[in-house]
């Protein structure tokens, strides 16, 4: 089955105390991105992918990092969390990253920094 | 710079009744526009897009959406509600030259009275 792909889905932390939520995809999608939703908002991206070892900032980048190691594997990564950064976040991937290309969204993780 | 409008953070409707959901964008190059769906505890799921052509879109679910670019707007209608269209939905835009970038509105939460 064609899907992203993210770990936890839950997570609850305390504020400095470093983590990573994993994403992968099984589509051999070149695109890859990350968004956090927050009420009010809608989605934000945070960090997007192009390919292996290729990314950039999105609109909300502060306090987090990735990497692109391998193809299907796009982590988060968020050194020393905030409360500010408790939201729901999305990983996306798609299969160019063209303006008109669907993104497939995995199912979300759930953070909460104390 | 693209940007994304919603109106009307949650709206309610019988079952059987049209849905319509309201979208507005601003964008300063042709505009690719898609509208997503969020049900509950889910990640999100294209519903559908407009990216050249054919002004009236049909998606998923019986859903359809029309690109009006003298109004600059990418209304979401569905002639009967269902209940289980009851669901958060997001009007998002990319620009040719954006690059897999989305923006996505503030979303809309349907809820769907019996």
């Known amino acids: 089955e064609a899907q992203v792909t993210q770990n936890p889905r839950y997570l609850i932390t305390v504020t400095g105390k470093k983590l990573t939520v994993t994403c992968s995809q099984n589509?051999?999608?070149?695109?890859m991105s990350w968004y956090r939703q927050d009420p009010g908002l809608g989605l934000r991206q945070i960090y997007y992918?192009?390919?292996?070892?290729?990314?950039d900032k999105g609109d909300v980048p502060e306090g987090y990092k990735v990497s692109r190691k391998e193809k299907r594997n796009f982590p988060l990564i968020l050194e020393s969390p905030s409360p500010n950064q408790t939201s729901l976040y999305f990983c996306?991937?798609?299969?160019?990253?063209?303006?008109?290309?669907?993104?497939?969204f995995g199912p979300g993780t759930r953070l909460t920094v104390l | 710079a693209q940007s994304v409008t919603q109106l009307g953070s949650h709206v309610s409707v019988s079952e059987g009744a049209l849905v319509l959901l309201r979208c507005n964008y601003s964008?300063?190059?042709?505009?690719?526009l898609f509208w997503y769906v969020q049900y509950p505890n889910q990640g999100l799921q294209l519903l559908l897009k407009?990216?050249?052509?054919?002004?009236l879109v049909k998606g998923i679910n019986g859903f359809e959406a029309e690109f009006k670019k003298s109004e600059t707007s990418f209304h979401l209608t569905k002639p009967s509600a269902h209940m289980s269209d009851a669901a958060e939905y997001f009007c998002?835009?990319?620009?040719?030259?954006?690059?897999?970038?989305?923006?996505f509105g503030a979303g809309t939460q349907v809820v769907v009275t019996p």
């Open positions: 996306a991937s798609s299969k160019a990253g063209g303006s008109t290309d669907t993104q497939y």
């Open positions: 589509m051999n999608h070149e695109y």
């Open positions: 992918s192009m390919n292996v070892e290729v990314t």
């Open positions: 964008s300063s190059v042709p505009p690719y």
């Open positions: 407009y990216t050249t052509g054919a002004t």
């Open positions: 998002a835009v990319s620009e040719s030259d954006s690059w897999g970038k989305l923006q």
